[in-house]
């Protein structure tokens, strides 16, 4: 493949319009939540609205939208990293951009665990208790007091340059570390009532603990965000225009290497995927997290994030719908994953298994579409042998849902995710006006190899 030099824009009106939608959902998300534990018994639809928009609960749509948006902190830690990289040539300021790759990795620990609810009995495992059985829980918070001295530490070092986005990354940090504070005193409030077996949490601080986890993760996708625009800004400080309102990061790969490096995040996520098909209980209900969801739900998400940077790139004959309806869809599949919606009973009606039948065949005859439509659209033959496989096992993880399911969509998706890349190195892309008012998010400018 060609080498190919990426450019992304970001300008802050972007970022505070962003912010603002953010920012709603989170309220959205915090109401539901409410909602759920206060509102008197509603009928069956109502309340499953409710359930889906509950915080507190496992598998919903609210908790896959908290962990999605851990895994954006994740990603955009990424880009953080490539800026410093290409911004800095001393090998001590080089060194220390892999802190960025450090908050990636915590990051993505913690979006896995926010499908997966391994906090809550971590303690307890064998792993954690290895110099006694009362020592896995201090262990764990010593754990989380070096992860929280590191991310101190380095934001102090790196991000105090760019003034906010040390601010909000300050706050987002003291807010997750209030998490074990409030869950110890839950703890002392439940031993202290006068019947323990009658303790119901009070929703003040239900919301308080739910809302300190999603506003912190709001805070450093901010914080990360701010940071990108500042070294962006940095870096191109002598070719900035005084009369554009955005900052380019411009990043040049060959096909090969980029291509090698997803391959080995994939087969990282499929490493991990193993170890939790064979090595922890799985379980469909509701109310217990199923970390197996993250993985297909995790990779749809970062292949519908793929698709949009296609939609607004790609030159206008190279199929625009197409691209944003592949995003869409990819975005559904993961909140369906990440959520659990495709083993609810909610499916099961009156009438038999009719209404799960239709979606199921819908979806499935969606993905049809979407696969002829890359098919004709791509010229090179491994990105549509890896679109047809895509279809093939991804049909099949619908029509077979109890069987399987999360396997056959990761490995669909990854394959999606490898063949939208390959897409990248060999579709002709949009030219833009470097002075327009109204900046793209995402731009590609090709480059000759070298």
């Given at each position: 493949m060609q080498?190919?030099?990426?450019?992304?824009?970001?300008?802050?009106?972007?970022?505070?319009?962003?912010?603002?939608?953010?920012?709603?959902?989170?309220?959205?998300?915090?109401?539901?939540?409410?909602?759920?534990?206060?509102?008197?018994?509603?009928?069956?639809?109502i309340r499953m609205v409710l359930h889906l928009l509950n915080l507190a609960k496992e598998n919903t749509v609210a908790t896959w939208y908290s962990s999605m948006l851990l895994l954006s902190v994740a990603l955009m830690s990424v880009v953080c990293f490539l800026a410093d990289w290409q911004r800095f040539s001393q090998w001590r300021e080089r060194v220390l951009s892999y802190g960025w790759l450090g908050f990636s990795l915590i990051f993505t620990v913690l979006s896995f665990d926010e499908i997966g609810s391994f906090h809550e009995t971590i303690g307890d495992t064998e792993v954690m208790n290895t110099f006694g059985s009362n020592t896995g829980?201090?262990?764990?918070?010593?754990?989380?007091?070096?992860?929280?001295?590191?991310?101190?530490?380095?934001?102090?070092?790196?991000?105090?340059?760019?003034?906010?986005?040390?601010?909000?990354?300050?706050?987002?940090?003291?807010?997750?570390l209030s998490n074990p504070l409030q869950e110890n005193y839950e703890v002392s409030a439940y031993r202290a009532a006068p019947d323990p077996s009658l303790w119901v949490r009070p929703i003040w601080l239900l919301l308080l603990e739910?809302?300190?986890?999603?506003?912190?993760?709001?805070?450093?996708?901010?914080?990360?965000?701010?940071?990108?625009?500042?070294?962006?800004?940095?870096?191109?400080?002598?070719?900035?225009?005084?009369?554009?309102?955005?900052?380019?990061?411009?990043?040049?790969?060959?096909?090969?290497?980029?291509?090698?490096?997803?391959l080995a995040a994939i087969a990282a996520l499929a490493a991990g995927f193993a170890a939790v098909a064979f090595g922890l209980d799985e379980?469909?209900?509701?109310?217990?997290?199923?970390?197996?969801?993250?993985?297909?739900?995790?990779?749809?998400?970062?292949?519908?994030?793929?698709?949009f940077y296609l939609h607004y790139t790609v030159t206008p004959g190279y199929h625009l719908s197409?691209?944003?309806?592949?995003?869409?869809f990819s975005f559904a599949?993961?909140?369906?994953?990440?959520?659990?919606?495709?083993?609810?009973?909610?499916?099961?009606?009156?009438?038999?298994?009719?209404?799960?039948i239709i979606i199921t065949y819908t979806a499935v005859a969606a993905a049809a579409g979407l696969c002829y439509g890359l098919v004709s659209a791509t010229k090179d033959s491994w990105s549509r042998a890896l679109v047809i496989t895509w279809f093939i096992l991804l049909a099949a993880a619908l029509v077979f849902y109890k069987a399987y399911t999360q396997e056959l969509a990761f490995v669909a998706?990854?394959?999606?995710?490898?063949?939208?890349?390959?897409?990248?190195?060999?579709?002709?892309?949009?030219?833009?006006?470097?002075?327009?008012?109204?900046?793209?998010?995402?731009?590609?400018?090709a480059s000759p190899a070298t």
């Open positions: 080498e190919r030099i990426l450019t992304l824009r970001l300008s802050i009106a972007t970022l505070r319009f962003y912010l603002g939608v953010l920012l709603v959902t989170n309220l959205a998300v915090l109401l539901g939540t409410w909602a759920a534990h206060t509102l008197p018994e509603q009928r069956y639809s829980w201090n262990a764990f918070y010593g754990v989380i007091a070096l992860v929280g001295l590191f991310m101190l530490a380095f934001s102090i070092l790196r991000l105090a340059r760019s003034g906010w986005a040390a601010a909000f990354a300050v706050v987002g940090l003291l807010l997750f739910e809302g300190s986890e999603i506003i912190a993760s709001t805070c450093f996708l901010f914080a990360t965000t701010r940071y990108a625009v500042y070294s962006l800004k940095e870096q191109n400080q002598p070719k900035q225009q005084p009369h554009t309102s955005h900052s380019s990061l411009t990043l040049s790969f060959s096909g090969n290497s980029f291509f090698s490096y997803l379980t469909m209900e509701r109310d217990q997290g199923i970390p197996a969801n993250w993985f297909p739900s995790g990779v749809a998400f970062v292949a519908a994030l793929v698709s197409l691209q944003l309806m592949l995003a869409l599949l993961s909140l369906v994953y990440g959520s659990n919606l495709y083993a609810y009973s909610v499916w099961e009606t009156s009438i038999g298994h009719l209404p799960a998706f990854a394959c999606l995710l490898l063949a939208l890349v390959r897409d990248l190195y060999h579709t002709p892309l949009r030219a833009r006006n470097e002075g327009a008012t109204k900046p793209t998010y995402a731009e590609e400018q």
